[in-house]
């Protein structure tokens, strides 16, 4: 199957900061790529599709001025979480599809 | 609205028992199904998938059945082994839509 990989696997940052979240298709070029949020024991929320050299689409209730979205190329997506807050803390997973979706192993996010 | 859900949240098996992890949806218009398996900590990771033009598709030791009349979808793992517990999830989309919709997830536990 496709591979695609996020960094940092975890990351703990204090109340106020900004924490940028890679995901990267390896073996394959996306022009579509997905960021889904993830709570303990709770199902993949899509927070938005990530297009390459255009906006990204935001789901309902997720704020675009909070969680910034840059696709500059067709391996590449980055989800900048801005002001973060301990209410950011979550798991934070990417996918992209070559045909079906594939997902990256996700980053542990930490907002102390 | 759209919503894909499963019956049981959480499944205990004995090792070596086959497994039934069962998922409805609601939209009529999905017309692409796909169950994913994720370990804690990781990424969801893709098991099998199957289009609405078919009603049974297998793989290495899983099955998955559709049953479009009574939007049912179910995954069937045979001689389920410790290295099978996961949570699994189902999606749906259809065609022209890249987006996913997620259940709610199942946990299988193994009994040794």
């Known amino acids: ?112 | 609205g759209e919503s894909v859900g499963l019956h049981l949240p959480t499944l205990s098996v004995q090792e070596g028992d086959n497994s039934i992890i069962n998922c409805a949806y609601s939209n009529s218009a999905s017309d692409y199904f796909i169950w994913y398996k994720q370990e804690s900590g990781k990424g969801p990771q893709f098991i099998i998938d199957i289009r609405s033009n078919m009603d049974k598709r297998q793989g290495q030791r899983v099955t998955v059945l559709l049953n479009k009349t009574v939007k049912h979808l179910s995954l069937q793992i045979a001689a389920t082994q410790p290295g099978d517990s996961a949570v699994y999830f189902c999606a749906e989309t259809h065609q022209g839509a890249q987006k996913l919709v997620f259940g709610q997830g199942t946990r299988l536990t193994i009994n040794p």
């Open chain 1, 1 to 112: 199957g496709a591979v695609v990989s996020q960094h940092p696997s975890r990351v703990i940052c204090k109340s106020g900061t900004s924490v940028k979240i890679e995901c990267r298709s390896l073996d394959f070029q996306a022009t579509t790529m997905f960021w889904y949020r993830q709570f303990p024991k709770q199902s993949l929320m899509l927070m938005a599709t990530s297009n390459e050299g255009s906006k990204a689409t935001y789901e309902q209730g997720v704020e675009k001025d909070k969680f910034l979205i840059n696709h500059a190329s067709l391996t590449l997506s980055t989800l900048t979480v801005t002001s973060a807050h301990p209410e950011d803390s979550s798991f934070y997973i990417c996918s992209a599809s070559p045909k079906t979706q594939y997902f990256g192993p996700g980053t542990r996010l930490l907002v102390l």
